[in-house]
């Protein structure tokens, strides 16, 4: 998809290849044949540039055919190149500029608490966009009002857009902060989908508390030269490259 479109982010997609997987195997709680059910699990890719790996988990699923995937970020396409609400069935949200996925989150998840709706709500974050203080303040308010039927997950893959995390801003010791603003907090290595069942399967955590499940994963994960390599948070694959990726993870 990436490929034919020229287009970019296959990084930060492949680092969250294991949790979609996951989430839409065993985890969420949703119909394809009727993507508004009323009492389906809602899930946010806060981080929407990784719109590829959405839409190629949807389409798996069965929210709409396979077919669409071949019109990604293309012009008058149906898949835009960030995650684009409302003409893609099982998209709850146009994300993309980052830093709003768990504020909306936090609203869905206190009007289901209010409505006693038994609705949760998975919120999948990047570890850059944590940068952004609307996230911190998202983060206060679930638990203020106590959301204990909201998870966020974070894709913990430790490079953002123009460096690592490290060095552009040091999030660490990242599930301590989590826990100060009183979340139940775990971490799980983001690409054991035993591991990221378990966690998942085991919200909300604690009583009363929202929960959040920190994933260390490897940006790039699966292709050799695109793992822990800044570049490919922007780079398409070329013919031969893609060749060569695809072959290392069986597909070709």
């Not at 290849?17 to 949703?30: F, I, K, M, N, P």
């Not at 953002?160 to 060095?167: C, I």
């Not at 009363?208 to 390599?229: I, L, Q």
């Amino acid at each position: 998809m990436v490929h034919r479109a020229n287009a970019s982010h296959i990084g930060g997609c492949l680092s969250i290849a294991d949790l979609l997987g996951v989430l839409y195997t065993s985890v969420l709680r949703v119909d394809p044949r009727r993507p508004d059910w009323p009492l389906r699990d809602h899930f946010i890719l806060s981080k929407g540039h990784a719109a590829a790996a959405l839409y190629a988990v949807l389409a798996e699923r069965g929210f709409f055919p396979l077919e669409w995937l071949e019109d990604f970020c293309r012009d008058g396409g149906r898949l835009c190149g960030h995650v684009t609400s409302p003409r893609v069935p099982g998209v709850e949200v146009s994300t993309g500029y980052l830093g709003h996925g768990l504020s909306i989150g936090c609203g869905m998840a206190l009007a289901a608490a209010r409505a006693r709706r038994p609705t949760r709500v998975f919120v999948l974050l990047s570890d850059g966009e944590l940068d952004e203080g609307s996230t911190w303040e998202a983060i206060l308010f679930a638990a203020h009002h106590r959301l204990d039927d909201l998870v966020a997950i974070v894709d913990y893959n430790k490079i953002q857009s123009f460096g690592r995390v490290a060095d552009v801003l040091d999030l660490d010791p990242l599930a301590e902060k989590w826990r100060a603003f009183r979340w139940a907090a775990r971490e799980i290595d983001g690409h054991d989908h035993d591991a990221i069942a378990a966690a998942l399967a085991a919200v909300p955590f604690e009583t009363g508390r929202p929960s959040v499940v920190v994933a260390h994963t490897v940006k790039g994960k699966g292709v050799s030269f695109m793992e822990n390599d800044l570049a490919w948070h922007y780079k398409s694959p070329d013919p031969a490259q893609l060749a060569r990726a695809l072959a290392e993870i069986g597909a070709a």
